[in-house]
């Protein structure tokens, strides 16, 4: 398999989450994924996305969100970047069932956590977030499963 | 059955959307929902719902998933926050036909251990009424 990248730049709009999910599920029908795997792929995508615009962004329209998928032989990265407000505190951000919203449930990290092999957040407060998650393909890769 | 489109099909972006069915019988609210359940969809189908529990005095909201595509947690806060309006209002949620990748999404986020969940709109119409 050749190494590749792909990234898709978008305005913080809900309507771009679905597109999103689009991209990941097209690149992820390309790998030796189950449709599981799938299904969970378009979760994290989804949850990562739609995190930086209600937080990152205060569903704002006008910003953009960077959504940049590193396909190699070993391993599937999803890298969700935005110059939103910033996290300030990640380990409280990343516990389960903690919401800024109440209509929400605080689940986003969570299904990021679960579904994923690695998941890492780089937070500046006023500068933006970013959302690394890892799928390891090799399936003799140590997984958290 | 009156039959709402509340996202129209977006082609130049190929967005997706979320369409009911919808049946008011006395103070019970059944919604066929299709498409998907996210960030996009969730809001006006939070705003249909409150707005037939308070402007209509609906008690129960029975809300069939099978043609749900896809649910994150946007989709999952909107069926938890009609939960708990419900709850204090002596009201009910109840849910039917959920697709098995569905389920899988909500066991994750344990829905189902306060939400009656039904195979189908029958028995989540029956139970309560004391059939």
Known sequence: MKSNQLTLKFTSLAENVSIARMLIASVAAQLDLSLNDIEELKVVVSEAVSNAIIHGYHNEPGHIVHLTLDIDPEALKITVKDNGCGIPDIEQALQPAYSTDPERMGLGFVFMQSFMDDLQVESVVNNGTTVTMVKFLDRTKPSSH | ?131
């Open chain 2, 1 to 131: 059955m009156d039959v709402v489109e509340f996202f129209r099909e977006n082609c130049s972006t190929g967005g997706v959307t979320m369409q009911f069915e919808k049946k008011l019988e006395r103070q019970t609210l059944l919604l066929r929902l299709k498409g998907d359940l996210d960030l996009r969809t969730a809001d006006s189908l939070r705003v249909a719902i409150d707005t037939e529990i308070d402007k209509r005095g609906v008690r129960t909201v029975i809300l069939n998933l099978q043609d749900v595509q896809f649910i994150d947690s946007s989709g999952l806060g909107v069926l938890l926050g009609r939960y708990k309006k419900l709850l204090p209002l002596g009201g009910k949620l109840k849910i039917t036909n959920v697709p098995t990748h569905i389920f899988k999404i909500m066991e994750l986020s344990g829905l189902p251990k306060i939400i009656n969940f039904y195979p189908d709109e029958t028995l989540a119409s029956e139970e309560g009424r004391g059939a």
